[in-house]
């Protein structure tokens, strides 16, 4: 199963507008994708709630995971947008 680990770069970590981004994203892909953490287990990354449980900060750890086709493509892009500052995109976007 392709796997991608990446470091979340907003200030925030994967709370309010940065994990609704996220969640939006993922929700969009032809694939099922999950994220987990270290010391989590694998939830759904196109549930916000979800997401948000697993409490993840600035400069922690992902894993994304998903098979099928586009899942390289879908978690290459997922990776991408976890690893800009959402914060900071937004409020400048």
Do not use: C, W, Y
């Not at 907003?10 to 709370?15: A, D, F, I, M, T």
């Not at 287990?41 to 697993?54: D, E, F, G, N, W």
Request: aromatic content about 2%; glycine content about 8%; charged content about 20%.
């Amino acid at each position: 199963m392709p796997a991608r680990t990446v470091k979340v770069a907003s200030s925030s970590g994967l709370h309010s507008r940065p994990a609704a981004l996220f969640s939006q994203a993922a929700s969009e892909q032809p694939v099922a994708v999950t994220i987990e953490t270290a010391g989590a287990a694998p939830v759904k990354a196109s549930s916000i709630l979800m997401l948000l449980t697993l409490d993840v900060g600035h400069g922690d750890e992902v894993t994304l995971r998903a098979e099928g086709d586009g899942a390289e493509e879908s978690l290459d892009l997922l990776a991408s947008l976890l690893q800009k500052n959402l914060d900071e995109d937004f409020r400048n976007g």
